[in-house]
Structures are given as structure tokens and as C-alpha cells.
Nanobody, 124 residues
């Protein structure tokens, strides 16, 4: 049974940083592309970032490029999202996705298995 458990969210000030983690189990993590998506209140699910199974390439939405960094540790079955220079518009529930590389490649955003999410709030 696939389990994805996100953690690391919280309250941050504008310009601050947070590091999200996603602990994966129940599947062969190292052979799957992984991604992050977010959902702000009243809005749809938005793809944020993706990474190849071996970590050799990464992808970002324009809204987070140059501020967020996705990475993975296949030995620990863990996916990460380092978020720097946070903005109020980054406030959302963040989800770890199995198989979604981007909004166009991999498992479609709405169909991907995901965890329960971790809340990120950026505010003074």
C-alpha cells in the first residue's frame, strides 16, 4: 500500500525558508519520478516541481523557479522541497505526488497518488 507522508510545513515570514519532506513507503520509490503540488484555499491543485527517479533532472513551475529546490534521497525513500524567499502567494497545502514529473509529463496531476499534505503559511 502506497504511503506518502509530508512534513515540514508551518508558518514563515515573507523572505523566509522552509524545507518540506515526504516519506514514501509501499512502492519502489527509487524507480518512480516524484513531484510536488500545492492547493491554495479556494483554488485548484497546482503543479510545483518534479524530479526524475534518479534525481538527474528537475523541473519547476515559473512561479517557484529559482526559489524552490526539489531533491530526493533514494536510500531513505524521501523526497524534499527546499523553499527559499517565500512569498505570501506560496501559502497553500503542499502535496507529494507519486509519478508526476510536470503538468504535462508523468501521472496526470489529478490522478496521482498523494499524501495528506502539509500546510505552508507565509505571513508577517
Amino acid at each position: 500500500q502506497v504511503q506518502l507522508v509530508e512534513s515540514g510545513g508551518g508558518l514563515a515570514q515573507p523572505g523566509g525558508s522552509l524545507r518540506l519532506s515526504c516519506a514514501a513507503s509501499g512502492f519502489a520509490f527509487s524507480v518512480w519520478a516524484m513531484g510536488w503540488a500545492r492547493q491554495a484555499p479556494g483554488k485548484g491543485l497546482e503543479w510545483v516541481s518534479g524530479i526524475y527517479s534518479d534525481g538527474s533532472d528537475t523541473f519547476y513551475s515559473d512561479s517557484v523557479k529559482d526559489r524552490f529546490t526539489i531533491s530526493r534521497d533514494n536510500a531513505k525513500n524521501t523526497l524534499y522541497l527546499q523553499m527559499n524567499n517565500l512569498k505570501p502567494e506560496d501559502t497553500a497545502m503542499y502535496y507529494c505526488l507519486k509519478g508526476t514529473l510536470s503538468s504535462e509529463y508523468g501521472v496526470p496531476l489529478g490522478a496521482a497518488e498523494r499524501g495528506q499534505g502539509t500546510q505552508v503559511t507565509v505571513s508577517l
